[in-house]
């Protein structure tokens, strides 16, 4: 009997309920078992072999475990560069384990290697991180072990984008794997909401000694933008009350997050929802909301929002053009001077020599936590920043296609909701590192890998390829004997 038929006799099938059931059962387990797992990681690389050893009989179940730990996955400190720790998350090494067992698979059974628009610009902007960074440790601008593990989250982010694409094999796993993404959306919303009152600002799970409220407010846009155009499109009432209530959810955490970029966001998202989907009751709803604002939200968040312009420790920011009722200079705290005082500190900083004007100072270099893009000009230079536009101008012309091409109301409410996300997630990097953030970026790959999975299948529909599951092409395949033995 050849491997891929043991392996094929091996994939047994669960329903719905049952995937769920095994992927918090194991969820739990680890959780159970990390009670003193600072100081035993052997427990952390027993669950990556367990899930690694999952995932050559079910991958689906390794994606479900993915994405629970997206959001509740603990960390720990295995190191210091500089001034900063280094952490590694539960789900650092469940990705490694992901990505074992889908070199095991397309070894033993031969999975093709599919080509997406997005390819090129992944490798291209993947390739210029590295130069610019080697570049960096080479010249002793930055510290190396501090910039691997960043280079290796960036990295870390398009494999999870990986394995959607080709891990995906039919609708039927993508409705269970949105299912199971709203669900966790669900139960961290609660937990937000159980810190209300007990702290100043509301995080997620499991974020060590240094809580994120940007980081929780960009997950919790992510999680409106998918819930609120299903329910708009969804053609069941029962069904649509249901996403109705999710977003709901979200969105009362996330005005507890008290993050300015997440409301900045929230409302250009919002926006975008209410163009792509002219939807009445959404801008209906939307009007309202503007109306009302002052006597719907807590007086927290006001005080939140006020507290940009009236600060007792205020700056004084000089405008480019003379603004009508506002004048020539506005002023606001500090933390919202910084983020726009740091572009003069880049434009200075391009100064020192063009080769950094181009190629940057390496991943790391200055250590910008303001602005995504800030950053990102400082670190990968000005051929680095124009791979990656290219790369999110690759994502959002995809997103455009599928929804102008597609009947289905799932793919049709999925991709609105993805193009209003994609935008909220720039606004939400003006004022934050953004593309760099664990919890923000993982559940932004993963819902990308799906948007390309639907992307293909619809290409592949209206090009006529009969029998083709998605517009794939197979690059270097072993000629191992096993690979032989007709099944």
Partial sequence: MGVKTTLSILRFEFHALGNVLIVLSLMGMMFYLFGEWEKNLAVLVSFA???????????????????????????????????RAITIRAEDLLIL????????????????????????PILLFSLSVLVSTMGGIALGWIDPTLAIFYVAKLIQFFLIFFFAVHFIEDDKQILFFLGLFLAVGVVVSVYGLTQVGEVYRITAPFEGGRPEPNTFGGYLITLIALGLPLAVYCPHPSMRLVLLGVSGLAFSALLF????????????????????TRSKWLWLGIALFALLHQSLLPQQVMDRVNYTFSSPRGEVVELPVAIPFVGETITVDSSTYERIDIWRKVLYT??????????GWGVTRGNILDSQFARFLVEIGLVGVSLFSWLLWKVFKTAVWLRANTEDWVVKGFTV?????????????????????VRIM???????????????????NREGVVGAR???????QPDLPWRQVDA
């Fill in 49 to 83: 072999v367990i899930v690694f050893l999952v995932s050559l009989v079910r991958i689906d179940l390794g994606l479900g475990i993915l994405i629970v730990g997206m959001l509740f996955s603990p960390e720990t400190e295995v190191g210091q560069a500089g001034r």
């Fill in 97 to 120: 384990s992901l990505a074992m067992a889908w070199v095991v698979r397309r070894v033993l059974m031969g999975a093709p290697w599919k080509s997406t628009p997005l390819n090129m």
């Fill in 257 to 276: 997050t008290l993050s300015r970029a997440s409301f900045l966001g929230l409302a250009g998202m919002l926006v975008v929802l209410g163009i792509l």
């Fill in 350 to 359: 391009w100064t020192y020599d063009v080769y950094y004007f181009f190629l």
């Fill in 417 to 437: 909701g993805y193009i209003a996300c994609f935008i909220g997630i720039l606004i939400h990097s003006v004022g934050t590192i953004t593309f760099y953030v």
């Fill in 442 to 460: 993982e559940p932004f790959w993963f819902l990308t890998g799906i948007l390309m999975w639907w992307y293909l299948e619809e290409r592949q």
């Fill in 470 to 476: 998605s517009e794939s092409r197979v690059v270097w």
